[in-house]
C-alpha cells in the first residue's frame, strides 16, 4: 500500500504540459481497438437482492455500449465491487483491474458513471486526471458522455461531477448517521449484532430480547463472579463445560463474520467484558464507538464514556444491581493489584523484543507470545504457545523458551550463515525471516532470501 502511495503522489506531478503531450501521443492509436475493461460497484447501502440487481444491470448496460462500439472497443474483463463505498478506494474489484492495468491486459475503462469510480473528490480526481494519463488509460463513463480521450476541456467538468458525488455522500452520510443517533435515544437497538445473551424479537427487530440458548450463561456468569471466582476461573468453566464463547456461537448461528472465531475458546477478557457491560442491567448502552470514511479512513474511534448513549430498561436484565456493583468492585480491586505491581516494578526498564512476530511454535504453527517475569531485580522474557489455551481442538503441549539463551543460540547460527564471529542484536530483524521452535533445544530458523 505504501509502494502505490508513493507513486501516486509521483504521477501527481504530471504538469498539464506533460498531460498534453500524453494526450498527443495516445491520438497515435486511434485506429487501434482499446482493450476494456467494465468497471461496476454498488454500495452496502443496499440489500443484498437489489445490489445483485443493479450490478448485473450495470454490467448489462455497458456490455451493450461495448457491441454498439465494436469497431472502437473490445470487451476482455468485467470488474465488480459488490457492497462496496465508493469513499474508501479499498476494494478487491479495483484494486484487480489496477493489476491487469500495470499488466497491459486493460488500456480503457467503462464505467457507467463516475461515481461508480469513487466519491472521494481528490482521489477520483488524482486518478482521472494523472494516474491514468500517465499510464495511458482510456475513461469512458457512459450515463455523462464523459470520454478522457475526447477533450481536455471535459476536465473542468469532470471535476465538478466528482465534486457532487463527493458532497452527495457526505450528505447521505450525515443524514444516515442522524436517523441511528435518533433511533438510539429512543432505546432502538440499531446494532446488526446483539449482545451475548441476547437475540432480536421477531415482532420488532430493534427491540431485544432474552437469548434462552446462552442468556443463561451470561446470568451463570454474575453468579460465579458474586461468588468471588476469578475471570480466568470462569473462562476455564465455561471451556470444561464445552460452551462455545461468545464469536463461536455467533459463527454456529449463521453469523459468517465471526468465522476468525470457528475455533475460539472462552478467555478472562470475554468474561470481563461481559462483566462490566450495563446491557445486562436491562439497559440498552449504544454509541461506544464512530466511524466515518471520511475521518481517518473509515476506522473505529472510541467515544467518552460520558458521550454514549444509554437508555434504562428497554430489555430484561440478566443480573442484579448487587452482582453487577460486585463484579465491578472486584475488577477495581484487580486494578489497583497491578498498578501496584506496576509501580513497584517501574524502575525495572523493559527490553524491545529484537524478533517480533517471527517466533513460531513447531507442535502447531501458531506464533508464540512474548512475555516476562520481574525476578531478582531482572526482568526475564520468555516465549509460549498458547494455543491449547485459546483454540479449540488444540493439542499442542504449550512450547516455551527463554529469550536469552533462544538469541544466544540463534546469534551464534546467523554468525556462522554470514561469516562473522561477532554479530550486533539488531542485525537480526532484518536477516532472519522465521524461527520456528519444537522445543527448548530443538529449532529451525529461516533466513531472508537476500541473504
Not at 431485544?208 to 443463561?216: A, N, R
Not at 501458531?366 to 526482568?379: E, F, I, L, P, S
Amino acid at each position: 500500500m505504501d509502494r502505490l502511495e508513493e507513486e501516486n503522489m509521483e504521477m501527481a506531478r504530471i504538469s498539464r504540459k506533460q498531460h498534453r503531450i500524453l494526450s498527443d501521443k495516445a491520438s497515435l492509436f486511434e485506429g487501434k481497438r482499446n482493450l476494456v475493461g467494465i468497471y461496476v460497484r454498488r454500495s452496502d447501502v443496499c440489500s443484498n437482492e437489489k445490489r445483485r440487481d443493479s450490478i448485473y444491470n450495470q454490467t448489462l448496460f455497458l456490455k451493450e455500449y461495448v457491441k454498439e462500439h465494436g469497431e472502437e472497443l473490445c470487451l476482455v474483463k468485467v470488474y465488480s465491487d459488490s457492497g462496496a463505498t465508493g469513499t474508501s478506494f479499498v476494494r478487491s474489484g479495483w484494486n484487480q483491474m489496477l493489476i491487469d492495468i500495470e499488466a497491459g491486459i486493460v488500456d480503457c475503462i467503462l464505467v457507467k458513471d463516475l461515481s461508480r469510480i469513487g466519491r472521494n473528490y481528490i482521489e477520483t480526481g488524482n486518478y482521472l486526471e494523472h494516474i491514468f494519463p500517465l499510464l495511458g488509460v482510456r475513461v469512458i463513463s457512459v450515463s455523462e458522455n464523459y470520454d478522457s480521450n475526447a477533450s481536455f476541456d471535459l476536465v473542468i467538468s469532470n471535476s465538478l461531477t466528482n465534486l457532487m458525488n463527493e458532497f452527495y455522500a457526505r450528505d447521505i452520510s450525515r443524514k444516515t448517521s442522524t436517523a441511528k443517533h435518533t433511533l438510539q435515544k429512543k432505546g432502538f437497538c440499531i446494532a446488526s449484532t446483539p449482545p451475548y445473551g441476547y437475540k432480536k424479537s421477531e415482532l420488532d427487530r430493534r427491540r431485544l430480547i432474552v437469548d434462552p440458548e446462552c442468556g443463561s450463561i451470561v446470568k451463570q456468569i454474575f453468579a460465579w463472579r458474586a461468588d468471588g471466582k476469578g475471570c480466568g476461573i470462569i473462562a476455564n468453566y465455561l471451556n470444561v463445560l464445552a460452551v462455545p464463547s461468545p464469536g463461536l456461537y455467533r459463527y454456529q448461528n449463521g453469523n459468517l463474520s465471526f468465522q476468525r472465531c470457528c475455533h475460539e475458546k472462552w478467555k478472562a477478557k470475554h468474561v470481563t467484558e461481559i462483566l462490566k457491560d450495563s446491557v445486562y442491567l436491562g439497559h440498552m448502552v449504544q454509541g461506544k464507538t464512530k466511524s466515518s470514511y471520511f475521518v481517518q479512513g473509515g476506522k473505529q474511534i472510541s467515544v467518552p464514556k460520558e458521550q454514549w448513549v444509554i437508555v434504562e430498561d428497554m430489555q430484561e436484565p440478566l443480573a442484579t444491581q448487587e452482582q453487577f456493583l460486585a463484579a465491578a468492585e472486584m475488577a477495581e480491586q484487580s486494578r489497583k493489584r497491578h498498578q501496584d505491581q506496576l509501580e513497584k516494578n517501574k524502575d525495572i526498564p523493559h527490553v524491545d523484543q529484537p524478533l517480533r512476530k517471527k517466533i513460531f511454535c513447531g507442535q502447531c504453527g501458531n506464533r508464540m507470545v512474548r512475555r516476562n517475569k520481574v525476578k531478582n531485580g531482572t526482568r526475564d522474557y520468555f516465549y509460549y504457545c498458547a494455543a491449547s489455551q485459546t483454540k479449540l481442538y488444540s493439542y499442542c503441549v504449550g512450547t516455551y523458551i527463554h529469550e536469552i539463551p533462544l538469541l544466544e543460540a540463534v546469534m551464534e547460527d546467523a554468525g556462522k550463515q554470514i561469516g562473522r564471529q561477532e554479530l550486533p542484536l539488531d542485525m537480526l530483524d532484518g536477516l532472519i525471516e522465521k524461527i520456528i521452535i519444537f522445543s527448548c533445544k530443538e529449532r529451525k530458523i529461516f533466513y531472508t532470501t537476500e541473504n
